[in-house]
Structures are given as C-alpha cells and as structure tokens.
C-alpha cells in the first residue's frame, strides 16, 4: 500500500502500479481520495499531469502495451482530476491551471510506435478515440461523476466541480461533447418539479442524498457558472440544434416537453430550449420575490 501511495503522490514517474485488476484499481480510487480528503492537492496534481500520463505513454510507446490494458491508468487519471476539480475553488486561479493541464495533456499529440509493414507505425486508438489527442473517457468519466457524485457533495464543492467542467467545456475540447453534462444539469434544475422553498441549513456533504433531495437554491449555482463559463457555447451549441450525445442526457424533462418551446424540438440544444431555460430563470427570480425566498432570490442576481 504504500509503494502504491508514493507512486499515486509523486511528481515523477516512480514504477508502474498495475491497474489492470479490479481491485488494484480500487485500491487506487481509494488512495486518490484519501490523498484529497488530506488537501494534498499539488502532490495529486504532479501524480496525474507527471505519472500517469508518463505511465501510458511509455507503456505503449516503449514497453509495447496494447491500449486496452491502459485503460485504467486513463480512468485513475480523471479521477485525480475530478478530485481536483471539485475541492478546488472556483474562484482561484489554481482551478484555470487545471483546466490548462488538461489541454496541454490533450498537446501531447497521438501516441505512436513503430511496427513493421507500409504504414510503419501504430497509433493508439481507443472506443472513445486516439490518445492523447482525443482525451479518451474524459467525458465518460466526468458525466459519471457528475449523475453519480453531484447530489452528495457539499454546496461548495458541486459548484466548484461544476465550474470546473463549465471553463472545460469553454475550450470547445473532445468537440463540445462536455456540454452534455449542462444538459443533465439544465433539466434538473429548470425542467424538473423542483421545490421552491429553501433551508437555512449548510448545504454539507450528504452520501446517499440523491437528485430529488435537493432544492433550486441548490442546483442554481451549478447552472449559473455553466452560463458564465460556457454561455456562448451553449448557444452555438443551441443555434446548430446540437445532439450529439446519449438520448438518456440530450432528451428533456417533463415540465419542458409539455410546454410550448418543449414542443417543438425536445431534445438536445436547441433555440427553444434555451429560451425556455432563460425564461425559467426569470420566473424562478419573480417566484423568489413573491415568496420573500431572498436566499434564493440572491442566487439568480
């Protein structure tokens, strides 16, 4: 275990743990939290920007690993991300630094090593596409940790990682396909029933809580810092009917699909929706007035 923490905690390559077996990579998600729990933030971040990176680079390229037993190392690798993300504050110029690692990953160009025959090289192509240009499951793994993880974290936190995700998607990397993840967060929070009524309570960390559990006051920050990060992406994204993604993430919900705007295209980004979203923001405000809900009224300010 501890051979595994120092080569988890170093900035430099220090071995190869395997990742391959179920429960080395347990072991391995076990260790990157309790690495974030203890706020050592830079450690974990030399670990995924230096070692992992190094590990499926020269396990492929020198070693001659095929790409599926790298898998793992590349889902430890966003993990450590998402760890970040999440316990970094939004506010810090320390969570742009993220968001530059992973595009300075994303530079590191394909993954190649010779072979013999015309082509002369292999690259390494994965199901979600070709290393690192492609920054295969990034997207998978960040919209898992979205649905599975945002209802659970603190109220600091859920907007720390949704900022995180929003200034991502900014980038326009893995061709806007982390804009899905505003799509999940989007009909949560303004096409679903959703209880006006807010507590005077700390929104605390809650394992177990789950998406019904959680009220707009809530669910607004996350969804305003996706508009302030990546409105205009969302807008792109709406004004060319975006929907390339998951019919589970890209259909909308209940309230959306029975009114007007819904009707007329309900899935994905669209025109419509976006002006439904805008035009629920506006009556969740004059509803937070009305009800003397100056907490939540303040949020959407």
């Keep these: 275990m501890h051979h595994l923490r120092d080569s988890l905690l170093s900035p430099l390559p220090q071995g190869t743990p395997d990742l391959t077996e179920l429960d080395s990579a347990s072991r391995d ?10 706020g050592e933030f ?10 992992r990176t190094w590990i499926i680079s020269t396990r492929y390229c020198q070693v001659g690993d095929g790409v599926d037993s790298l898998e793992g190392y ?5 993990h450590m991300y998402y760890q970040l993300g999440r316990h970094t504050s939004h506010e810090t110029p320390d969570q742009d630094r993220l968001v530059l690692d992973i595009i300075r990953i994303q530079g590191k160009g394909p993954l190649t090593r010779p072979v013999s025959g015309v082509y002369g090289i292999n690259i390494a192509r994965t199901v979600e596409g070709t290393l690192w240009n492609d920054l295969s499951f990034l997207v998978t793994d960040m919209t898992e940790f979205w649905i599975n993880n945002c209802a659970s974290l603190a109220g600091a936190q859920r907007l720390n990682f949704a900022s995180f995700l929003a200034k991502l998607a900014s980038t326009r990397i893995c061709k806007d396909r982390m804009c899905q993840i505003a799509l999940i967060l989007f009909r949560t929070t303004f096409e679903e029933g959703r209880d006006l009524r807010t507590t005077e309570e700390p929104d605390k960390e809650e394992p177990g809580r789950s998406m019904r559990n959680l009220d707009l006051v809530q669910l607004l920050p996350a969804a305003l810092v996706w508009i302030k990060e990546a409105g205009q992406n969302l807008i792109q994204l709406s004004d060319v009917y975006w929907n390339d993604c998951p019919s589970t993430v890209g259909q909308g919900g209940q309230l959306f699909i029975q009114s007007e705007l819904g009707k007329r295209s309900p899935t994905g980004f669209t025109p419509w929706r976006w002006m439904y979203w805008l035009k629920r923001l506006h009556e969740i405000q004059e509803e937070a007035k009305e009800a003397s809900e100056e907490r939540l009224g303040g949020v959407c300010h």
């Design 29 to 38: 998600e076990d260790d990157i939290r309790e690495s974030a729990a203890r």
């Design 42 to 51: 830079e450690e974990l971040r030399g670990a995924a920007f230096h070692n």
């Design 74 to 78: 590349l889902h430890s690798l966003w």
